[in-house]
C-alpha cells in the first residue's frame, strides 16, 4: 500500500510562486511514475504534471507549460511541484499521484489527500 501526503499549498497573490510536496509513506518509490493533478469545485480532475521512476521524463498540461516544473527525489520519496507566475485559474486543489509501471497522464493507483492552492488577482 502506498500512502501519498501532499504539503505546501496556501493562498499567493498572482505572478508569485509555491513548492508543492508529495512524501510516499511506501516501500518501492523508484517503482512508481508520479504525478500531480488539479479539481476545481464542479469540474473533472485534470492531469498537470507527471514524472517517470528516475526523473529522466516529464510530461505536463499545455496550461502549465514553463510555468510549472515537477521533480522527484527517490533517496526521500519525494516529488515536487515548483509552481512559478501563478495565475488565478491555477486556484485548485492540487493532488499527488502514484503509478505503478510507466508515465503515463491518467490511470494513477493510489493518491493523496489533496493540498488547496489559491492564487488571488
Known amino acids: 500500500q502506498v500512502q501519498l501526503v501532499e504539503s505546501g499549498g496556501g493562498l499567493v497573490q498572482a505572478g508569485g510562486s509555491l513548492k508543492l510536496s508529495c512524501v510516499s509513506s511506501g516501500r518501492m518509490f523508484v517503482m512508481y511514475a508520479m504525478g500531480w493533478f488539479r479539481q476545481t469545485p464542479g469540474k473533472e480532475r485534470e492531469f498537470v504534471a507527471g514524472?517517470?521512476?528516475?526523473?529522466?521524463?516529464?510530461l505536463y498540461a499545455d496550461s502549465v507549460k514553463g510555468r510549472f516544473t515537477i521533480s522527484r527525489d527517490n533517496a526521500k520519496n519525494t516529488v515536487y511541484l515548483i509552481m512559478n507566475s501563478l495565475k488565478p485559474e491555477d486556484t485548485a486543489v492540487y493532488y499527488c499521484?502514484?503509478?505503478?509501471?510507466?508515465?503515463?497522464?491518467?490511470?494513477?493507483?493510489?493518491w493523496g489527500q489533496g493540498t488547496q492552492v489559491t492564487v488571488s488577482s
Open positions: 514524472v517517470n521512476w528516475s526523473g529522466e521524463n516529464t
Open positions: 499521484a502514484a503509478r505503478r509501471a510507466q508515465l503515463k497522464v491518467n490511470d494513477y493507483d493510489y
